[in-house]
Structures are given as structure tokens and as C-alpha cells.
């Protein structure tokens, strides 16, 4: 049976402070209402509110949902930090939420939220020292990591921008943390190898909190260039703003283990230190006015890295380049549904690599409610595409979610059409 087309919900509102004035350019998350699937947000057009402190959002698929400013998850994307998450109307405990009902081509509106006070928080005072001397490391960023308890299995996690660093003690202060569970670790300054040996958790209850020793050692390093070549469009300078993001995995951890972000500099070069043992996979982000630019390709001492650089502890590794190309491909597609229906607040996802390797490429797309994605700026080549549903009942139920792929050819400038099929009823590990 065939995907159906239903027409998405609209929920609407205003998000003020205790005084009425509007809260501009804030991030709002819907989420189900459903109880044992409240830590996933959903990510639906209009989700930041306007200069009037007004929210819109659209192609909500029907269900129940609760909506909420100040998830501390999109803390650092917003323009104004909403100290407490607070859900539809004023509430700051999800469990006292109101529920909104959407359905199918509806609007809610008037869906407002009052942010309220901040609540009393609580210093918290530490210092940062070498792992082997013990001597005093200064100017390095202070991270901190909310640990959320969802129940006996499960914890959300979710790191908080905060503008504090070591002093030339190494002494840190944080100031108004509210109650609750943490993990605290640093952000080295740049062309720094400097990391932690290991996060400190710790928690605040209703006092300050100090004497916290986050002890540092020295992790691997990565140096390399970024090239632009292949097209008359590729830019004569390195954008102003263009960052190398390094992901290191444990060989025997499929999960990303660690995180680097380093800045290229005007030469085109980069530096990213502190890295731990591992897989290290690379992409690059830009704010870049022209769209279409593209990582076409990681080398290592003029060796092409399909998957990944192998980092050992400590070590010093140069000679990476990472090769940018301008391209115009793109793959229109649609995903057909057999054997059965989606549950209403099911949710599919495209994923894309290169064929032949193992990491996801950072450009991917969410099918729409008719069944539609659309990915850009892709260079030729041969990819896998994996579409994958996700369905809050299908995780009450301990079912993993359903899969299925298929190989696509991209050429130079052309849109490829492809059209994949989902069975409802096949093995979800496919």
C-alpha cells in the first residue's frame, strides 16, 4: 500500500516573559505527550520565535504534544537563554504540560507560554591542574553537561554554553547552577592538545558546591589544510568562518566517543588537539553564502581515507588534507510505504554515504508527510541511501526501528529521481 497524503497541523503561539515582554529568536520544541516517549523532540519548519516573540509551527502530524522554550539541549542556538525549560502554559514540570491535540489539517492557536523567574541557584568552584604535576592550568573553557534521569535505563545529556574559563590558578567559578545532576569537563584554547582525563560529576542540591579537580593530560593532535579545487564557482579564499569538526570512536564502540571543533585559518590550515585513541572521522562546516560546496574527499600524506584516520594515544598526525569541491547534484526522492501504515507520529529519516564506506555524510533529509526528501549539492558519484522509520509505539514495544536501502548514482548538475519502498513487515535489521 501506497504512502499516504494527509495534510500536517499548525500549532501557534506567543512566548513572553513575567512582564509581558516578548522573548525574540527562541528555540521551541514540541514533544509527544506521551509519557514514555517525552525525552524526543520533533523537528517541525518554524520552531524559533519571531521579533513579536511569536511562533509558528506547521506540518505538525496529528497526535498529542506538549511544547516547550528553554530545552537545554538547543540552550546555545538561542539569542536569549530561557534559564528553565518552561512547556505550555507556565509550566516547568513536563508532567504539569498542556497537552495540545493536533489533527489532521488543523490549528491551534493561542498555544502561549510565560517564562517565569529564574529559581535561586548555586556557585560552583573548582580548579583545573595537570594529571602528572598537578601544577595549575590556566585559560581553558569551563563545559558543563546537565544529566537529566529519565528513568532506571535511560539519561538525557545535554552540554550548557557557559562563558567561564580557568583563571592563571586554575581556579574556575561557575555561578547560579540550579539542582540538579552534572558532568563537568574543559574545552582546550586553540592549538592546544590539552583534554581531560575524565569528566567529574557531581550535584547540586540546595547549597554551593566546591573543591571539584578536573585533572588534564595531553591527547593526540591533527594538522592539516583544506584545498578548494575542480570548479570556476570554487572560492579564490577560505570563507571567514569555516570549521573542521573531529569525531574520534572507539574501535570497539560504535558510538562517537569524542568531539573537536577546530577553526581554519585564513591559509587554509587547521589544528584540532586533545583527541583521544581512535577512528577519527572529519567533516566541515561553513555559514558559506554560495551553496554546493562540498567535501569530496579526506587524504592522509596524499592517501585517500575512506574510513576514517587511525589515531593512537598521543600521537602527532599531519599531512591530512581535505579536499572541497563545488557540486550541483541532487537526489529527488520518494518512499512508499507496503504492508501496513505508519503510526501517526512516526517519523522517517535519510541517511547518505558514499558507497563502500561506513560513516553517514552530514547532508541527509526527513521525509515529509507526503512521502517526500530532497538532498543538494552532491558531488558524482555512487551512494547508499538508508531510509529509516521511527515510531514512539514501535519503542514501547522494544521494536527497532525499520529500515531499507538502496544504491543511487549522482551525476554533475542532474537530479537523480528515485523512488524507495519501506516493508512494514520486513526484518527491521536489513
Same mark, same amino acid.
Given at each position: 500500500m501506497n504512502f499516504d497524503l494527509v495534510p500536517g497541523g499548525v500549532i501557534t503561539g506567543k512566548v513572553t516573559n513575567s512582564e509581558g515582554h516578548p522573548l525574540i529568536e527562541e528555540r521551541v520544541t514540541l514533544m509527544p505527550a506521551d509519557e514514555s516517549n517525552q525525552r524526543r523532540s520533533l523537528s517541525i519548519s518554524g520552531m524559533t520565535t519571531d521579533d513579536r516573540g511569536v511562533y509558528r509551527l506547521f506540518g505538525v502530524p496529528a497526535g498529542r504534544y506538549k511544547v516547550s522554550v528553554g530545552d537545554p539541549r538547543f540552550r546555545g542556538m538561542n539569542r536569549r537563554? !530561557? =534559564?528553565?525549560?518552561?512547556?505550555?502554559?507556565?509550566?516547568?514540570? !513536563? =508532567?504539569?504540560?498542556?497537552?495540545?491535540?493536533?489533527?489532521?489539517?488543523s490549528e491551534a492557536n493561542k498555544i502561549d507560554i510565560t517564562v517565569g523567574e529564574a529559581p535561586q541557584g548555586y556557585s560552583v568552584t573548582g580548579r583545573v591542574v595537570d594529571g602528572d604535576s598537578a601544577a595549575p592550568v590556566a585559560n581553558v573553557s569551563i563545559q558543563l553537561t546537565t544529566i537529566e534521569i529519565i528513568d532506571a535505563n535511560n539519561t538525557r545529556r545535554s552540554s550548557e554554553y557557559i562563558d567561564v574559563r580557568s583563571d592563571a590558578q586554575g581556579q574556575f567559578r561557575l555561578p547560579n547552577i540550579r539542582p540538579g545532576k552534572y558532568e563537568l569537563t574543559?574545552?582546550?584554547?586553540?592549538?592546544?592538545d590539552v583534554r581531560a582525563e575524565a569528566p567529574v560529576k557531581f550535584d547540586v542540591f540546595d547549597q554551593d558546591v566546591s573543591g571539584l579537580i578536573v585533572r588534564t593530560t595531553h591527547g593526540a593532535t591533527l594538522t592539516g589544510t583544506v584545498v578548494f579545487e575542480g570548479s570556476?564557482?570554487?572560492?579564490?579564499?577560505?570563507?571567514?568562518?569555516?570549521?573542521?569538526?573531529?569525531?574520534?570512536r572507539n574501535e570497539g564502540n560504535p558510538g562517537i566517543s569524542s568531539g573537536r571543533t577546530a577553526r581554519v585559518k585564513p591559509d587554509g590550515t587547521f589544528f584540532a588537539g586533545g583527541l583521544s585513541a581512535g577512528i577519527a572521522n572529519l567533516n566541515v562546516e561553513s555559514p558559506m553564502p554560495n551553496r554546493g560546496f562540498t567535501l569530496a574527499r579526506i587524504e592522509r600524506d596524499g592517501v585517500v581515507q575512506t574510513n576514517g584516520i587511525q589515531i593512537q594515544n598521543g600521537e602527532h598526525v599531519s599531512g591530512v588534507r581535505l579536499v572541497m569541491t563545488f557540486s550541483n547534484g541532487s537526489i529527488r526522492g520518494v518512499v512508499r510505504v507496503e504492508n501496513g501504515t505508519l503510526p501517526p507520529a512516526a517519523r522517517m529519516m535519510v541517511q547518505l554515504m558514499k558507497a563502500g564506506e561506513q560513516m553517514p555524510l552530514p547532508r541527509g533529509a526527513e521525509v515529509d508527510g507526503r512521502g517526500h526528501f530532497l538532498i543538494e549539492a552532491l558531488p558524482p558519484g555512487s551512494y547508499e541511501l538508508r531510509v529509516i522509520a521511527y515510531a514512539p509505539e514501535w519503542q514501547q514495544q522494544r521494536r527497532p526501528p525499520i529500515s531499507a536501502k538502496q544504491i543511487v548514482t549522482v551525476n554533475e548538475g542532474a537530479a537523480t529521481d528515485v523512488t524507495m519502498t519501506l516493508d512494514l513487515t520486513a526484518p527491521p535489521n536489513q
Open positions: 537563554k !530561557v =534559564a528553565v525549560q518552561t512547556f505550555y502554559p507556565d509550566a516547568t514540570d !513536563v =508532567a504539569k504540560a498542556g497537552v495540545i491535540n493536533v489533527e489532521e489539517g574543559i574545552y582546550p584554547p586553540e592549538d592546544s570556476k564557482n570554487n572560492p579564490v579564499q577560505i570563507p571567514a568562518q569555516m570549521w573542521i569538526m573531529v569525531y574520534t
